[in-house]
C-alpha cells in the first residue's frame, strides 16, 4: 500500500508540475467540431480569435515585444519601458492601437471583462490586424535569422519555425463573410496556409 | 492490507495486557483521492491541446497562368452553402450541369452521400481521361449567410470523403441567383 501511495503521489505530482495553467482568454469562443485528428504545433504559431465580429490577436512571447516596437514606429505611438514589459505579458488581445495604453493600464482581471476589449480594427481603412500579422510575421523571420546566423539553429528548423503559423479560431455561429475577411488579409501578404481550431468529434455527425 | 501486526501473543501468562492501539493508517482513501487527481491531470492536460485542420488555399496573385492546367467540367462539383444549414451542389458547368442542382443536408445521411458518390464518378472519370491518380474536384462557395460553422463542417467533409482537390471560392451572381431562386438563401 505504501509503495502504491507512493507512486500516486509521485504522478501526481509530476502531471500538476507539468500542467499549464489555463489563461483566461479576453474572447472565449465556441469553436466547431471536425474529425481531423491533428494538433497545433507547440510553438510558432499566432491565434486570431473571431468572434461576434470581433477579432482578437495572440502572439508566441518571444516576438511580443518586437513585433510592438515596430508597431509602434509603424503607427506612431511611443510606449514606455514598463508598457513594453506589460505587453509581454498579455494573453492576447483586441484593441485599436490607440487605446492599447489605456488597456496596458489595467490589470489582468480587468482587462478580461466584457466590452473593455472590442476587437482590433479590420476593415479597409484601418486595417490594423493586417499590421499586427505582418509585424509578428516579420518578427518571427528575424528572430530566427538571428538564431540561424549564429548557428543555433539547423537550415530545416529555420525552414519550418521561419515563418509564423497562424491559427484562425473562430466562433462556430460567426458569419462567414468576418471569417473570409479574416482569410483575406492573411492571402493579402501571401500567407496561403493557416490552421482552424476546432474541436473534436467522430464521423457520425 | 495496510495493517501492520504489532500485537505481541502476549498472554503467556495471567496478565491481562491492555490491548496496543494499532499504529497502521489506513491509506485506502487517500490513495484513491490521489488517482483521481492523476486522472483529472491526465485528461486535461493532453485534452487541452487545441485541435487544428490545416487549410491550404491557392495563391490569389497569379490567376490566369498560362501552365495552368483546366480541370475537365465532368468531374467538377460545386457545393453553395445557404442560409440555416442548408447546400444545394451540382456537377459540372453553371449553364449546363451534368448532374442539376440538388438540395443536400449536413451530415452523414446528407451531403456525404452525394459526395462519396461524386467521388466514385470523378475517379471514373478521370480513368477515362487516362489520369487514374486523379478525380473528383470539388468547389465550395459559401454564401453570406453561412456560418463558420458550415464551413468547418463541409471541409471537415472533404478530409472524410478524399477528393483529389478541393477549394473555396467566391461566389458568382448567377449561383447566388440560383440560390435564391431555391429558397436557400
Known amino acids: 500500500m505504501t509503495a502504491m501511495c507512493d507512486v500516486a503521489f509521485l504522478l501526481l505530482s509530476f502531471f500538476i508540475m507539468t500542467a499549464t495553467a489555463k489563461q483566461p482568454e479576453p474572447k472565449p469562443v465556441d469553436t466547431p467540431q471536425s474529425t481531423v485528428i491533428e494538433k497545433l504545433p507547440d510553438e510558432g504559431v499566432a491565434t486570431i480569435t473571431i468572434g461576434q465580429k470581433q477579432v482578437f490577436f495572440l502572439m508566441p512571447k518571444n516576438i511580443r515585444r518586437a513585433t510592438l516596437e515596430r508597431m509602434s514606429e509603424l503607427r506612431n505611438v511611443k510606449f514606455t519601458e ?123 455527425f | ?76 462539383m460545386t457545393i453553395l452553402i445557404g442560409s440555416n444549414n442548408r447546400i444545394l451542389w451540382y456537377m459540372g458547368k453553371f449553364d449546363n450541369p451534368s448532374i442539376p442542382p440538388t438540395e443536400a443536408a449536413f451530415g452523414k445521411n446528407g451531403i456525404r452521400k452525394d459526395l462519396l458518390k461524386n467521388v466514385e464518378l470523378g475517379k471514373a472519370y478521370a480513368k477515362q481521361e487516362g489520369k487514374p491518380q486523379q478525380g473528383l474536384v470539388v468547389n465550395i462557395k459559401a454564401s453570406d449567410k453561412a456560418n463558420y460553422r458550415n464551413l468547418v463542417d463541409i471541409l471537415d467533409e472533404m478530409a472524410i470523403t478524399k477528393p483529389q482537390l478541393f477549394a473555396i471560392g467566391d461566389m458568382t451572381a448567377g449561383e447566388l441567383d440560383l440560390l435564391k431562386q431555391s429558397g436557400l438563401y
Do not use: C, H
Open chain 1, 82 to 204: 514598463e508598457e513594453y514589459a506589460e505587453f509581454e505579458k498579455l494573453e492576447g488581445f483586441g484593441v485599436k492601437m490607440s487605446e492599447l495604453k489605456s488597456l496596458l493600464k489595467l490589470s489582468p482581471g480587468e482587462r478580461v471583462k466584457e466590452n473593455v476589449q472590442k476587437g482590433i480594427p479590420y476593415d479597409s481603412i484601418n486595417n490594423q490586424l493586417f499590421d499586427w500579422v505582418k509585424q509578428a510575421r516579420e518578427s518571427q523571420r528575424a528572430f530566427y535569422d538571428e538564431k540561424f546566423q549564429a548557428g543555433e539553429i539547423t537550415a530545416e528548423e529555420y525552414g519550418v519555425k521561419g515563418d509564423l503559423q497562424i491559427a484562425i479560431k473562430g466562433d462556430a455561429k460567426e458569419e462567414y463573410p468576418t471569417i473570409k475577411r479574416v482569410m483575406d488579409i492573411l492571402q493579402e501578404q501571401k500567407k496561403n496556409k493557416f490552421y482552424l481550431v476546432t474541436g473534436l468529434r467522430d464521423e457520425d
Open chain 2, 1 to 76: 492490507m495496510a495493517e501492520l501486526n504489532t500485537g505481541g501473543d502476549g498472554g503467556k501468562g495471567k496478565k491481562v495486557r491492555s490491548k496496543k492501539s494499532n499504529p497502521g493508517v489506513d491509506l485506502t482513501a487517500m490513495v484513491d483521492l490521489a488517482f483521481l487527481l492523476i486522472t483529472f491531470f491526465m485528461l486535461t492536460t493532453t485534452l487541452s491541446k487545441p485541435q487544428a485542420m490545416p487549410l491550404p488555399m491557392p495563391d490569389k496573385e497569379q490567376p490566369d497562368r498560362p501552365d495552368k492546367t483546366k480541370i475537365p467540367e465532368e468531374r467538377m
